[in-house]
């Protein structure tokens, strides 16, 4: 056997023992998560810039609970001191942000897990109806959750509350089963935001759409087009403090590994049947740090800086890691 040959058949064996944890339960959960810093870059640990990115530090995670895993998008509070994730298994995450006297992500503590509840109130118990992808915060503090294998849009009031279905766009059923919603956000009037990550309308583009609250809970929404690169697909969509977006698109293959790229558009962009096309900030491959990143989240540092959250979906595979980088946009 050749040795690309070896390292492909282990990836496939690695791939496949991943198992789903069994869900989290209702009652929300204390759990402690250990922290190991992370490298910008592995062959070059002086490293703090890729692209427009300047580095603020980076934690792999472990934790207590075997639910820990598959985060798969990332709120970060206006204040920097609360961070709420979800999982593709169902599960929730919020835990404080820790940090060093310069400003460094150094880890997280007051971590708490519990479970998505289904329209009965009752735990979502299986994984096509737990595979949360993509989640905004709305103006009234409820969240919005976007799930792919049965596509749909629940609006939760809080994260243990039992959630209310909201009509998403007319053709969400027709996304690919695992290439849904992945990206979404909300802007300051409650209008949602939501990119797919592989149902596609035009060449070389995915579909997005603007969802329009009109008053009585429901939406109106109208397409847009995203544009794409062979092999790059979005994951996350944030809105950053200056009123533009930013972006994650990831592609993966088993030689050349995991590859992000880190995006933004600006909102005069997004119109309906427009065709955003978004810039290049960063691009994070080997041997830079880089997994499997599907969160993003957008915040204000003390001096005004723009900071960029970034969460990896480790598929609760051994092979892949939870990983949580905070980096600063330079101007």
């Known amino acids: 056997m050749t040795n ?5 058949a282990c990836l496939l064996v690695a791939a496949c023992a991943g198992v789903s944890p069994p869900p989290a339960g209702a009652q929300e959960q204390p759990v402690t998560i250990e922290s190991s810093p992370l490298t910008l870059k592995i062959d070059e640990p002086k490293a703090t810039r890729v ?3 300047i580095w603020r530090g980076g934690l792999e995670m472990r934790a207590s609970s075997r639910n820990f895993g ?11 001191r609360t961070l709420t994730s979800i999982s593709d298994e169902g599960a929730w995450l ?13 880890g997280l503590a007051d971590a708490t897990m519990g479970q998505l509840r289904g329209l009965d109130g009752k735990p979502i118990d299986s994984k096509p109806e737990a595979d949360a992808e993509a989640m905004a915060r709305l103006p009234d503090g409820s969240w919005m959750v976007a799930f792919e294998r049965r596509h749909r849009l629940w609006r939760y009031t809080s994260l243990t509350a039992t959630p209310l279905p909201v009509d998403g766009p007319a053709d969400i059923g027709r996304q690919p089963a695992n290439g849904g919603i992945e990206a979404m956000t909300a802007l300051a009037d409650g209008t949602l935001i939501a990119i797919s990550e592989e149902y596609s309308l035009h060449p070389a583009t995915v579909t997005g759409w603007i969802g329009k609250p009109d008053g009585s809970g429901r939406y109106v929404w109208n397409p847009f087009a995203y544009a794409t690169i062979p092999d ?4 996350a969509l944030a809105l950053l403090p200056d009123g533009s977006f930013a972006t994650l698109e990831r592609a993966f293959d088993l030689v050349r590994g995991v590859r992000v790229r880190v995006m933004r558009f600006e909102a005069s962009q997004l119109k309906p049947g427009a065709t955003v096309q ?4 960063a691009r994070l491959a080997s041997p830079y740090a880089v997994d499997n990143l599907e969160g993003l989240a957008a915040t204000r540092g003390a001096n005004g800086e723009t900071l960029l959250w970034l969460i990896s979906d480790d598929n609760f595979n051994p092979l892949q890691r939870n990983i949580l980088m905070l980096f600063e946009l330079a101007p």
């Open 70 to 80: 598959g985060l798969s998008d990332l709120h970060i509070t206006p204040d920097g």
């Open 94 to 106: 919020v835990a404080t942000p820790r940090f060093d006297a310069k400003g460094m992500l150094v």
């Open 51 to 53: 692209g427009r990115l």
């Open 278 to 281: 978004p810039e290049e900030l």
């Open 4 to 8: 690309r040959f070896l390292l492909t």
């Open 232 to 235: 790059y697909k979005p994951t």
